[in-house]
């Protein structure tokens, strides 16, 4: 049940999905670095087969990936190798602060009416879209370091920064989320699995929830009106920040 919830939700709102999972193995009593990290490795084939979807819709812009990978995977190391000498609860509350800000942020503001619905739009394809690169670069180690640090694959934050701190299109920013987020899953993966906070029992069973139903996440994601998607993923992002911070 837990990897089709965050199978769905990974693939619809462009994140690999980590982040839903870990409160819902607490909340079934899986115990800390378990609940954390073991849900990591499973999301990247779901991550993968969604952002397929999105790519096939000329949606995914590799300027906005590959900068996000060059900075975000050193940054996702560092972040993972530090686990050991860090406790990360003042880090978690402020990263569920942040999501939860975010998700009033598209409940108020969506922001995303221009955009219309469907695959068409020219705005939504568009790959001569200005962005600052800087702002890229910060984005992107910023978050590599958080997801290191937390077992996550970083769709939960990557996604709203895109954004609205780089101004893309919330269908474009599902595409580069997923797409980064199953790069930044693997160093992560590989450096907790080494500390031993990896069940493969839990990942397997995540996994096979998870890797079919985020292809019809992204898939609905892609048919649905901007509008009301920005909308949507206000309400998810504003419960997944809520839901955390009571967790913690």
């Given at each position: 049940m837990v990897g089709i919830v965050i199978g769905f939700l990974g693939g619809l709102f462009g994140k690999g999905g980590s982040a839903i999972a870990t409160p819902l193995l607490f909340l079934i009593g899986y115990p800390g670095f378990i609940a954390v990290a073991s849900p990591l490795p499973s999301t990247i084939p779901g991550t993968l087969i969604a952002s397929a979807q999105y790519w096939k819709h000329k949606l995914l812009d590799w300027r906005v990936f590959w900068w996000s990978i060059g900075v975000g995977v050193p940054a996702t190391i560092l972040g993972s190798a530090i686990t050991r000498f860090t406790g990360a609860r003042i880090l978690l509350i402020l990263t569920a602060i942040?999501?939860?800000?975010?998700?009033?942020?598209?409940?108020?503001?969506?922001?995303?009416?221009?955009?219309?619905?469907?695959?068409?739009?020219?705005?939504?394809?568009?790959?001569?879209?200005?962005?600052?690169?800087?702002?890229?670069?910060?984005?992107?180690?910023?978050?590599?370091?958080?997801?290191?640090?937390?077992?996550?694959?970083?769709?939960?934050?990557?996604?709203?920064?895109?954004?609205?701190?780089?101004?893309?299109?919330?269908?474009?920013?599902?595409?580069?989320?997923?797409?980064?987020?199953?790069?930044?899953?693997?160093?992560?993966?590989?450096?907790?699995?080494?500390?031993?906070?990896?069940?493969?029992?839990?990942?397997?069973?995540?996994?096979?929830?998870?890797?079919?139903c985020s292809m019809l996440g992204a898939r609905i994601a892609i048919r649905s009106r901007s509008s009301r998607l920005a909308r949507m993923y206000g309400i998810f992002l504003t419960a997944l920040g809520a839901l955390s911070l009571f967790h913690l």
């Open positions: 942040l999501v939860f800000g975010f998700g009033l942020s598209f409940l108020i503001w969506p922001g995303q009416e221009k955009s219309g619905g469907g695959t068409s739009t020219a705005a939504l394809q568009r790959e001569d879209a200005p962005f600052s690169r800087v702002r890229l670069a910060l984005i992107a180690a910023g978050v590599g370091f958080v997801s290191g640090l937390l077992a996550n694959a970083g769709g939960f934050l990557l996604a709203p920064a895109y954004i609205r701190l780089l101004k893309l299109p919330i269908k474009k920013s599902f595409a580069c989320s997923l797409a980064v987020s199953a790069v930044l899953a693997v160093p992560g993966t590989i450096i907790h699995a080494y500390l031993g906070h990896i069940s493969w029992t839990v990942t397997g069973l995540v996994a096979l929830g998870s890797v079919p």
